[in-house]
């Protein structure tokens, strides 16, 4: 397969993509016009910028420092704990983004307690604790594993 007939096939790829991007946001504004309230709109609003707003200014670019700095030491250390290391990253950025809004319903929007029934900053410690275990154990295991193996490749040399 030539790379003229990969490179068409690529954009029309894109093209299929965008059309079914545009007409998911249209089926969206679509339902938010007809079943909200012209007064909970401004809310949704507010909402949908702040989460662009942490995962675009926020997260995102702390994944991509941390990232940076793991392939930066991934001389060091093996290539697996360096994927276990991201996805643990990503998985607590994505946990922290998704528990923070259940947090404040807990301390300051709480009319129903049994909406929100749990203790999520503690919950939200432990597997964070737990993860950064796991993040310090795979970086520990993987730089032992690349200091064992330059060590048998300089007794065989």
Do not use: C
């Amino acid at each position: 397969m030539t790379s003229v007939a990969i490179d068409r096939r690529v954009r029309i790829a894109r093209v299929v993509l965008v059309l079914v991007g545009v007409l998911v946001i249209a089926l969206g504004a679509y339902t938010m016009v007809t079943t909200l309230k012209p007064n909970r709109i401004w809310g949704l609003v507010t909402w949908l910028i702040a989460a662009v707003i942490l995962h675009d200014a926020i997260l995102s670019p702390f994944v991509v420092v941390v990232g940076v700095l793991l392939r930066r030491a991934g001389r060091s250390v093996h290539a697996v704990a360096l994927v276990v290391a991201q996805i643990a990253i990503v998985v607590a950025a994505v946990l922290l983004s998704t528990v923070l809004p259940e947090i404040d319903a807990k301390h300051h929007v709480q009319r129903n307690p049994t909406v929100v029934p749990f203790d999520y900053v503690a919950r939200l410690a432990v597997v964070e604790a737990v993860l950064v275990v796991i993040v310090v154990a795979a970086l520990v295991v993987g730089s032992r594993r690349r200091t064992h193996r330059v060590a048998a490749d300089a007794v065989t040399d």
